[in-house]
């Protein structure tokens, strides 16, 4: 009986995975009984438990006083129509090559009893947490590389008993607009009729790429012949004479306000007007100017007025829409009576701060924005004069305030366009000399 049963459950190892200690003594018992042919003739099948899968039981997951011990495997049970025979059990086979699995367990609680081991997977602990991403790597702005600074000469008469102190204030500006707008580095010389073209060659030496001046026409007549850079001069170029290409002219002259003061009166609409000329030579030169320039507007001749003429004033105005005062301050004295009621035009000869013009009626003069424009943007961005100075000493200083921007222009682009100044609109004509153009404002009320 014992070799019969021992063939049923051929190992006591295989019988403890499926049975307890005290049920395996009542097996053996029972068997002892009903060898004879209850269990082979009741028919009644011998079940073997299927092996157990292979779940890894963690140590740590077990309850208190838990344990967990290795199973063996259990060989499947023998078919019910072979006879239970030593020679009918299948031969053991080598198992499968597979990956090595996890050891079976089974788990033994705090009263000594074994339960079954779980045909659930228990879940794999949780993944390491990634690595914290890198930072994201921001752009660090690079400054741009810094301009060279464009180097400019001023050529001016400092020293001069008669222009001296003109000079002095362009300077003023030159210097004013050079720490406001940068860009450039300034040597100023001082220069005589007898030096101005040697100084011309040492800034140019020295390096200049552009230069300002000179002031008068007789010292720019001395450098004409060795320009070499982009040179604006301060004053107007003489026409008649061949010019180099890199010689401009930018000039407060008020030829240059008389031409400005017929363009807008033609806008205007006026058609006939009268021109009262004085007796001084700056008088005649406004008078020519505007004359020339209302004749190619209009193709005929302004009619004129002379101080001191045997005809009547009044009875000359009647005839006209308008009235052109070109004529210095001495000489207003008893014109304003037979001027009465008609709009009367001044270049900036007349606009003055000791000139009392009311006395005249509905006056109009066109002058610079830095003087009758204040409201100008461009005019607001650069420092007055303190204290204040006549008017004919500010406009040397709004003139130096251009220069400069222009040369540094000249330096290194071509002119082309406008440019918004405080001395006027300037726009570079076809004889390289920059026309400013100046807006017309009243002076006294009408």
Do not use: C
Not at 302 to 321: C, F, M, V, Y
């Amino acid at each position: 009986m014992q070799r019969w049963a021992s063939r049923i459950i051929p190992s006591r190892h295989r019988a403890e995975a499926l049975l307890p200690a005290p049920s395996l003594a009542w097996l053996r018992w029972g068997i002892g009984l009903v060898a004879g042919g209850v269990i082979g003739g009741a028919g009644l099948p011998v079940q073997a438990a299927t092996p157990a899968a292979n779940y890894i039981i963690e140590q740590n997951a077990l309850p208190l006083g838990w344990t967990a011990k290795r199973l063996s495997p259990v060989r499947p049970a023998v078919p019910r129509s072979a006879p239970i025979t030593a020679q009918t059990l299948p031969p053991a086979s080598p198992a499968p090559t597979k990956p090595a699995a996890a050891p079976v367990v089974a788990l033994t609680t705090p009263l000594g009893r074994e339960v079954a081991p779980s045909t659930s997977p228990i879940a794999a602990p949780p993944p390491p947490p990634s690595p914290p991403a890198a930072p994201l790597a921001i752009p660090v702005a690079v400054p741009p590389t810094a301009k060279p600074l464009v180097r400019i000469a001023v050529l001016l008469p400092l020293q001069s008993p008669s222009l001296g102190e003109a000079a002095k204030v362009v300077k003023q500006g030159i210097e004013a607009a050079s720490r406001l707008e940068g860009g450039a580095t300034l040597t100023v010389y001082d220069v005589e009729d007898s030096t101005v073209r040697q100084r011309y060659g040492e800034a140019l030496a020295a390096g200049a790429q552009s230069v300002i001046g000179p002031l008068t026409r007789p010292h720019i007549a001395a450098i004409t012949p060795v320009v070499k850079v982009p040179t604006l001069v301060l004053n107007t170029l003489d026409t008649q004479q061949t010019t180099p290409a890199q010689l401009y002219s930018l000039s407060a002259a008020v030829e240059g306000d008389a031409v400005q003061l017929a363009r807008r009166m033609r806008e205007s609409g006026r058609r006939t007007p009268l021109v009262v000329v004085g007796k001084g030579g700056l008088d005649t030169r406004i008078a020519s100017a505007f004359g020339s320039e209302w004749r190619s507007l209009t193709g005929r001749p302004p009619r004129e007025w002379t101080l001191g003429s045997p005809a009547s004033l009044s009875k000359e105005a009647e005839q006209a829409d308008a009235v052109v005062l070109a004529v210095e301050a001495s000489g207003l004295a008893g014109l304003a009576a037979s001027l009465v009621n008609k709009p009367i035009y001044a270049t900036s000869q007349l606009n003055d701060r000791s000139l009392p013009l009311k006395g005249l009626g509905d006056t109009r003069v066109v002058d610079m924005p830095w003087l009758v424009a204040p409201e100008r943007a461009v005019v607001q961005r650069y420092p007055r004069l303190n204290p204040p100075l006549p008017y004919s000493s500010e406009r040397l200083y709004a003139l130096g305030i251009d220069a400069f921007r222009q040369a540094l222009l000249l330096a290194t682009t071509p002119p082309s366009g406008k440019m918004e100044g405080v001395s006027g609109t300037l726009t570079l004509g076809r004889d390289r000399q920059f026309v400013r153009e100046l807006p017309l404002v009243p002076v006294s009320p009408p």
